[in-house]
């Protein structure tokens, strides 16, 4: 089963904000000194816990954005409207500050660096934050897996990670980024400029044939339209791992 | 629970909201967020069939027909997710799991659900049974809609939501507890949202 399945009792742990690094308008990552952090697969997550002076606690679940070979835990948080946490986590917080959080959480919807096969990876919004860790782990061991991430985002401006991605594309190493912006488009944009559908994928995805490993993650409508279509195109359900969502947040 | 203090956090308190019915670790929430880890599956009703394996040498199964006529009642329940949220006051329309193990001899501890996609979860018999769990198809009057786990998924609303699986096809009676999909990636065994177990270890 997963190598960092079962570890015994995962305990809060204190992080220092050593860093925040505004990614869009609305996007914030947050880059943490944790010590005494066990490590991660890239595409897990972590739980965070806030706690006000009378003891009111509040805890949501952000994916890690960071490479597991990275010195420091990196979360990416998109600031949701009446977000209790993401507010504050993209409003308040500033470096020196100390985040509680415990993880890492979940096994299944992770990138192996072993595996071979090749990697399709479909993003909508923020759902690119764990994908960006399986980006980010690819390009640190120097693994030449081809790799493609479908990005879809609204404008030019809500393109999180957008100058990382454009150097990592760059690097030769097979990597590959095609973005689609659905509600607006710079003038003499040639890309995609609507939501992802089956004719999109059938012209970006790797051919099933090829059986590529997909990871699906964004809202709800989003990873429910990616993933049928991906089965409809013949890709094995099995070969298919989502990570959803839905619009309540926080 | 004690924690660090968070400089500036004051957090969003619901003024009415009543911790007798809201976990620790919660919030409450309007709308119903969708969690699962593939693609839904879509099994046409005339394929479809309930079994429970291991009472006998055959499993013991229903066609979606059959399963339909078995008597089903009105549920009410409040639902815990481990991912954070609660929601209150949910309706559905389902089999009890008495009714579905009504006559049937075995010695069974504990369960297995197994559903379309490979998912499975474990669950004590005592937790599955008196009431305390159903097989569900209806949600607000409507048939249960296939993101949420149509045509049916169990219901079992006092453990953390992922024990509720979606698209069941059947329970496996066992002598003994056995890790299903998320316990096997460090989910909690049982996963009592009031104890907050969510976790291996919690």
Redesign the interface.
């Known amino acids: 089963?997963?190598r960092?399945?079962?570890?015994?009792?995962?305990s809060?742990a204190?992080g220092d904000v050593v860093e925040l690094i505004d990614e869009t308008r609305r996007v914030r990552s947050i880059v943490l000194d944790v010590p005494d952090w066990p490590g991660h697969r890239a595409g897990q997550h972590v739980?965070v816990?806030?706690?006000?002076?009378d003891?009111?606690?509040?805890?949501?679940?952000y994916s890690i954005a960071s490479a597991p070979d990275d010195a420091r835990l990196a979360i990416t948080v998109e600031s949701l409207p009446?977000g209790?946490v993401s507010s504050?986590l993209v409003g308040?917080l500033r470096v020196g500050?100390?985040?509680?959080l415990r993880g890492p959480?979940?096994?299944?919807?992770v990138w192996d660096p072993d595996r071979t096969e090749p990697l399709f990876l479909v993003a909508g919004g923020s759902g690119v934050v764990p994908l960006m860790s399986m980006i980010r782990e690819r390009h640190a061991i120097g693994a030449t897996v081809p790799t493609k991430l479908l990005f879809s985002s609204r404008a030019r401006d809500d393109v999180i990670y957008r100058d990382e991605l454009e150097q990592l594309a760059s690097a030769g190493d097979g990597f590959e980024v095609i973005h689609t912006l659905t509600r607006m488009q710079p003038d003499g944009w040639t890309g995609y400029a609507r939501r992802v559908d089956t004719q999109m994928l059938s012209e970006v995805a790797w051919p099933a044939s090829e059986m590529p490993a997909s990871f699906v993650c964004g809202p709800?409508p989003f990873v429910?339209a990616v993933?049928?279509a991906?089965?409809s195109l013949g890709h094995p359900?099995?070969a298919?791992?989502?990570e959803?969502?839905?619009?309540?947040g926080? | 629970m004690t924690g660090y203090v968070s400089r500036g956090f004051h957090g969003k308190r619901e003024a009415d909201r009543d911790n007798a019915r809201v976990p620790p670790g919660q919030y409450l929430v309007e709308d119903f967020p969708v969690l699962s880890a593939g693609p839904t599956p879509h099994t046409p009703l005339d394929e479809w069939t309930f079994s429970i394996v291991g009472a006998g040498p055959e499993p013991i199964t229903w066609t979606w027909e059959a399963f339909r006529a078995l008597p089903s009642e009105d549920i009410r329940v409040d639902i815990h997710c481990v991912t954070k949220w609660t929601k209150l006051d949910t309706n559905w329309n389902g089999i009890s799991i008495d009714t579905l193990l009504d006559g049937i001899e075995h010695h069974a501890s504990h369960v297995l659900a197994f559903s379309d996609g490979d998912y499975t979860t474990n669950l004590p018999l005592e937790d599955v049974s008196d009431g305390k769990a159903w097989v569900a198809f209806d949600y607000d009057g409507e048939p249960l809609a296939p993101e949420h786990g149509g045509p049916a998924r169990l219901l079992v609303p006092h453990l953390y939501f992922w024990k509720s699986a979606k698209w069941v096809r059947g329970l496996q009676l066992l002598d003994h507890d056995e890790a299903g999909f998320w316990e096997s990636y460090g989910y909690h065994m049982y996963g009592d949202p009031w104890r907050e177990q969510r976790y291996a270890g919690d």
């Open positions: 089963m997963a960092a399945a079962v570890r015994g009792r995962l809060w204190l739980d816990r806030l706690t006000a002076e003891g009111y606690q509040a805890q949501r679940s009446d209790e504050y308040e500050d100390k985040l509680e959480i979940g096994g299944y919807f709800t429910e993933a049928s991906l089965v359900a099995p298919i791992k989502t959803r969502f839905g619009p309540t926080g």
